[in-house]
């Protein structure tokens, strides 16, 4: 692990998130997002190093990114400064933003759901997500501190 890596995972504020984002899944699908024991240090990089794709976004009206682990920054191939600095939105190109923004509004109501379609990489290439799961981060009072998504499947598009 890189030096940058290891001190991003050693914040407070990174092991916290990636605690609410282990428990709100659980709390919203009764499954496991990792099965992984120990420190809460261990478990943020356990969570960073998965071998699936997880990114999460804030509650503002127009939500940035606030959390992608490894093969999320190498899909959308950016480092952990560009990705937290990223508008959501722009992880979807505009002709689907309207499905992407009903969804997430979906989520909001419901909490939880599965879902699929195509995304976008900084580069813009573009990435078809099957099987993912999108959900709702929540706090240890019930806030809500954003949505996340998971998922294994994707394949680039031409």
């Not at 093969?71 to 309207?98: D, I, N």
């Not at 995304?119 to 099987?131: E, H």
């Amino acid at each position: 692990m890189d030096s940058d890596t290891q001190l991003l995972l050693q914040q407070e504020t990174v092991i916290r998130h990636s605690q609410r984002l282990i428990q709100s899944f659980h709390s919203w699908t009764g499954r496991s997002l990792l099965d992984v024991s120990g420190s809460p240090e261990e478990i943020a990089k356990a969570l960073f190093d998965a071998p699936f794709v997880l990114v999460s976004h804030d509650v503002q009206p127009d939500p940035i990114l606030n959390y992608g682990n490894r093969r999320a920054l190498q899909l959308w191939e950016l480092s952990w400064e560009e990705f937290t600095q990223m508008p959501s939105r722009k992880t979807a190109q505009e002709v689907v933003q309207e499905e992407r923004d009903r969804l997430l509004a979906q989520i909001v109501r419901k909490g939880f759901s599965h879902f699929s379609g195509i995304r976008i990489t900084s580069t813009g290439k573009r990435f078809d997500i099957q099987d993912g799961i999108l959900w709702n981060i929540i706090g240890e009072k019930n806030q809500l501190f954003g949505q996340a998504a998971i998922y294994s499947k994707c394949k680039f598009v031409i």
